[in-house]
């Protein structure tokens, strides 16, 4: 499969990066790590006539504490002891993307904003063709729910949920100025699944940060799959707690891999806060989310499976964060 | 019978042999096709069918053709002569005729100065298509159907090849057995995923000769079907075989890339190249079938086996391939490792619209041994005794006969129960485990090389092997066998080493090039050790009594003196003395020059006189005892591999690194089958035409493998030596799975074991209130 041929730039500041981008009405592509764009061009999915690569922007590259330039590579950060002790949970799912190999090149904002996945999407151009193109790329129906609306693919990335529990927010630039939202606002849930982000014209992810109190919360990440490699989430869990005296506060759980958006489930875990979270009350809120989640059949796991699971890995990692230390 | 006494020691043969290729290739200067360039060279690309099943009506090339940079457009009326593996079921084409068979196949082929040129000229082709009815449900293709794939299907079905097989008193033995068990498998179709995608490089040139370059198997099969195909007769082909990056059956089949490839050179003068992606070698398949087996399996009060009553519905794909083999295979395979005096066989092989399957790795075993393993588990748990001790009680004898008369000759299966059972302390630790921890015990048999070659002439040797040695003293191996990366160049050059006594550094295994490469028949059915390594030994052995008559004048005393010393050649009488080789090599030279040898081998003739009777048969055959060691999350279904004791009886093992290596990969490869690997369909779609979606086994996933090698010499393999390519991967998967059934008391019965059946299926225990190991 080859590329086809595009224009490539390589501005050295956001405000460079803002004028190409205007300056190009046909489309253009901003592109970071490029493991999930690349493969998708070479697949001909809503290909662009110009990237701009976002590399050379120092700016973006910044590490700095509790702010981590979206740019940052997934190896690099994996490997900063001052962030994976500060943020072990977000650590977690660093390690469980992809591989070693893709880790080098993938970025933090690539993975907050990887493309959505459906098995009849990520498919080559002859495949597509010849089953008759989807709403998402070229056409005009959902071949996993037959309707003309709505794209069902699943986000895939396994950051945004491990960030969202510790109340992470983004910054974004675009050419109008800069706004700062929190991490989960910037992805759409009520939209059509093709814009999947509130993301305006240009704007460009510059980084992420993570608040002081995300420090104080135990957090954990885990990933179903069938390999332990290479493998996109075929559901992510993460949770977050702060545990004061075997009591949890600041109960945060969000899923990934299992809807078109990450998602949080502050409306069943905010009436918990600073309850007791016994075993009997752990089950009953892992059985909550699992009957607030709807996947559909577009990954290699079938739905039912995956719902099930929503309901196993997040009383694990209920338990795991504060079951150690809950009220017996 | 006499006690054969201690075997031969050997100085090479025996030992850890690193590859003679190995620093070429981790350097990676290794030469592979794709490395290959020539002058004026052309891209070659496929279009492939959008459409499951169509006639073809017509095509319009014009818009193609006048798109600059294009040289050439074929579609399928130009070399319209079917080919295939067997020659008996000859329904392959090149590029389509008149019909396309399945998304993917190939109907027109392009050449052009580049691969942008050549991707805009397949989209500028247009066809005019009439839909057919898509068949791709074997159990439908079983009956009479509207437009059946082929011609050729049995009374207008889909069915390419139906077998019926029936020794002793099968219905008697089951009125009266004690015990029954029936398993009925459903398996996914998997494929090969080598490494090396499939690539060819063809040049026509003006001396009227065609050289093809390509990642192939068999040289030889593709050689011949390429004269047949383009219409030149095989001394004006030549065929050349460089490195080769895995192909597991994959690459044993001429393949319709190779031969349009050829075309394209025929066509425009220029060579071609042809490197197919991912999702190409994925349509291209040729790999393990989808199967469903039912086997029913008798048995005595005492567990001693009865009978067997196999049936097997085998998806074949769009073509025939080696399915003719698989047909029979899927039954005959049951002969071993057990005793087994009734035998009853139902097989059939269905086309459909889907890519081709053939012959993968453990071609036609792996998944009979399967549900007959997981059914004599079940059995031994029915009866109440170990699954060792039930083995034990059935196993082959050594130099006995089959009721279906295949000969068996050497066999160490008893030693393979043994040293697995110790090692894995199979007594102790099985009482031990609790829920979600199990262990399981699954056995395997192989062909150690097809007795009956898949050849036009079939008396001629399977393999030939040319020594060429000069004044340097470099040994020059020629021969058309094919190291596809299982070693077996360093088999060819320990072996004639090891017969001349020199050092492996003099051993030079030449590139495979039919204009001087004698004819072995290629790396399939686990033949090359055994066949080729017999040929080797012949050659060396001629070369080394020719230099031995030298050095005797030399040394003036008579060859029946001479001994083989480490880079000499050595007498006792009358006093110690020896010349070295060089010495004894340029007095051979004095009167011819360079010296050449040949030597070959054909197996005896062996079987019996019914229909199919040479299905199975080979010249020695390879047994297998594992134990695995799996966990399994009782919750969730995700199973992990814990441990794998693998006892092969490969004869003698002649290099233990190859040996060792070749058990891992088995495992490796059988596992993926196991736990992951699935071509997943929609009807004829395939799903998962890419390497994220078909689940290979990941390297984290790999367990520990410990390696016993228990197997004694057997009387026909070259030094003892006998087959270790695709007899270990069958018991790896009955081993996981009645490991598996072990620690959460489920039966797995279709393939791949995906969490999520397994989840079901403890869920399904559960619900039924069966308790497992106090747990419910």
């Known amino acids: ?328 | 019978m006499v006690s054969p006494g201690p075997p031969p020691a050997y100085r090479l043969l025996g030992g850890r042999i690193p590859y003679v290729d190995g620093p070429l290739k981790v350097t990676g200067r290794a030469e592979y096709t794709d490395d290959l360039r020539r002058p004026g060279m052309l891209v070659g690309r496929l279009l492939r069918s959008p459409w499951a099943h169509a006639r073809i009506r017509s095509v319009d090339l014009r818009a193609a053709r006048e798109i600059p940079g294009v040289v050439a457009v074929l579609t399928g009326d130009k070399y319209p002569t079917p080919f295939g593996v067997l020659p008996i079921t000859h329904d392959e084409t090149a590029i389509a005729v008149e019909r396309a068979r399945y998304i993917g196949d190939i109907v027109a082929a392009v050449a052009a100065v580049d691969e942008a040129t050549a991707e805009r000229a397949l989209a500028a082709i247009r066809f005019d298509v009439e839909p057919l009815r898509e068949h791709s449900d074997p159990r439908v293709g079983v009956d009479p159907v509207t437009d059946p794939i082929h011609a050729r299907g049995l009374r207008g079905s889909n069915v390419q090849k139906e077998v019926l097989q029936n020794f002793g008193d099968v219905d008697g033995a089951f009125a009266h057995a004690a015990h029954t068990v029936r398993v009925q498998g459903r398996f996914s179709g998997v494929t090969h995923a080598f490494t090396e995608p499939l690539v060819t490089i063809a040049e026509a040139t003006p001396d009227g000769r065609l050289t093809v370059t390509s990642a192939t198997q068999v040289p030889h099969y593709l050689h011949r079907a390429l004269s047949e195909v383009l219409g030149i007769p095989m001394h004006r082909i030549r065929v050349v075989k460089p490195e080769v990056g895995g192909g597991f059956g994959g690459k044993s089949d001429p393949l319709p890339h190779e031969i349009a490839c050829a075309a394209l050179a025929l066509e425009t003068g220029r060579p071609v190249r042809m490197l197919l992606d991912r999702e190409d070698v994925f349509y291209t398949n040729h790999g393990r079938h989808p199967t469903e087996n039912d086997v029913r399996i008798a048995a005595d009060r005492d567990g001693q086996l009865l009978a067997y009553d196999i049936r097997a519905l085998i998806e074949g794909g769009a073509w025939s391939s080696f399915g003719t083999v698989t047909t029979y295979y899927n039954g005959v395979l049951a002969m071993g490792p057990y005793r087994v005096d009734n035998f009853r066989y139902h097989g059939r092989r269905v086309y459909t619209n889907r890519p081709p399957s053939g012959a993968m790795r453990a071609h036609g075993g792996t998944n009979l041994r399967y549900s007959i393993e997981v059914g004599l588990d079940e059995l031994a748990e029915r009866i109440g005794i170990d699954p060792f001790d039930l083995r034990v009680r059935n196993a082959l004898a050594p130099n006995s006969t089959t009721v279906n008369q295949f000969r068996i000759t050497s066999t160490s299966f008893l030693r393979c129960l043994e040293a697995v059972r110790r090692a894995s302390e199979w007594d102790a630790v099985r009482p031990r485990l609790p829920y979600g921890e199990g262990i399981g015990l699954g056995c395997g048999f192989y062909i150690s090389g097809s007795n009956s070659p898949i050849h036009f002439a079939p008396d001629i040797p399977q393999s030939t092997v040319h020594l060429k040695v000069d004044m340097d003293g470099g040994i020059a191996v020629h021969s058309m066998q094919a190291d596809i990366g299982q070693g077996s160049n360093t088999l060819l050059a320990a072996i004639v080493a090891e017969v001349l006594g020199v050092d492996l550094e003099r051993v030079h295994v030449q590139r495979v090039d039919s204009d001087v490469s004698p004819i072995d028949l290629g790396s399939y059915s686990s033949r090359v050790t055994f066949m080729m390594g017999n040929a080797a030994r012949q050659a060396a052995e001629r070369l080394r009594d020719t230099l031995v008559r030298a050095a005797a004048e030399l040394l003036a005393c008579s060859p029946g003196e001479v001994r083989v010393g480490h880079e000499r050649f050595e007498t006792s009488s009358p006093s110690e003395r020896s010349v070295p080789f060089l010495d004894a090599l340029h007095a051979a030279m004095r009167t011819e020059g360079a010296l050449t040898a040949s030597g070959a081998y054909r197996s005896p003739k062996m079987g019996g006189s019914y229909k199919g009777a040479r299905a199975g048969t080979a010249p020695a055959y390879s047994f297998a005892a594992y134990v695995a060691r799996a966990g399994v999350d009782p919750e969730t279904g995700e199973v992990s591999v814990r441990k794998v004791w693998a006892a092969f009886d490969c004869g003698r093992p002649l290099n233990r690194l190859a040996v060792e290596g070749q058990i891992e990969g088995s495992i490796h490869m059988g596992l993926g089958q196991l736990l992951g690997e699935s071509m997943n369909y929609r009807g004829a779609r395939l799903m998962n035409p890419a390497l994220l979606d078909y689940k290979i086994l990941t390297p984290a996933q790999m367990p520990e493998v410990e390696v016993l090698l228990v197997g004694e010499d057997d009387p026909e393999g070259p030094f003892g030596a006998k087959e270790a390519g695709e007899g270990p991967l069958v018991a790896t998967l009955p081993a996981v799975a009645n490991a598996i059934y072990d620690a959460v008391g489920v039966r797995c019965y279709e393939l791949p074991v995906t969490p999520d059946r397994l989840e079901r299926g403890i869920a399904r225990r559960r619900t039924e209130h069966r308790s497992w190991k106090g747990v419910g």
């Open chain 1, 1 to 328: 499969m080859h590329l086809d041929p595009f224009e490539l730039h390589r501005p050295t500041t956001v405000e460079e990066a803002h004028r190409l981008y205007a300056e190009r009405p046909a489309g253009a592509d901003y592109l970071a790590g490029g493991t999930d764009l690349l493969p998708n061009y070479k697949m001909h999915l809503n290909l662009r006539p110009t990237l701009i690569s976002l590399d050379r922007i120092p700016e973006l590259a910044r590490r700095d504490g509790a702010r981590v330039g979206a740019m940052v590579r997934l190896g690099d950060l994996e490997r900063d002891a001052d962030f994976v002790g500060r943020y072990p949970g977000v650590a977690r799912a660093l390690r469980e993307i992809a591989t070693p190999l893709v880790r080098a090149s993938a970025t933090l904002g690539g993975n907050l904003l990887l493309e959505t996945r459906c098995f009849f999407f990520n498919q080559s151009e002859f495949w597509r063709a010849s089953l008759g193109y989807c709403l998402k790329a070229d056409g005009d129906r959902c071949h996993v729910v037959p309707q003309k609306e709505r794209c069902y693919a699943t986000f895939s990335g396994d950051l945004a949920p491990a960030l969202a529990v510790l109340d992470a927010e983004v910054e974004l630039a675009g050419p109008g100025g800069r706004r700062t939202i929190p991490l989960l606002d910037l992805y759409d849930r009520a939209g059509d699944g093709i814009r999947r982000t509130h993301l305006r014209p240009g704007e460009i992810l510059t980084s992420v940060l993570l608040p002081p109190a995300a420090r104080e919360r135990s957090a954990t990440y885990s990933k179903l799959r069938v390999r332990p490699s290479f493998d996109f989430p075929e559901l992510g869990v993460a949770v977050a707690a702060r545990i004061v005296d075997g009591r949890a506060t600041e109960l945060r759980i969000a899923l990934g891999g299992i809807e078109t958006c990450p998602r949080r489930f502050d409306e069943l875990t905010t009436p918990l806060e600073g309850a007791p979270l016994d075993g009997p009350r752990r089950r009953e809120l892992a059985a909550a989310v699992q009957a607030a989640v709807r996947p559909v059949h577009n990954t290699f796991l079938p739905p039912d499976y995956r719902r099930r699971m929503v309901g196993v890995y997040v009383r694990r990692a209920l338990t795991e964060v504060v079951g150690a230390t809950a009220v017996p």
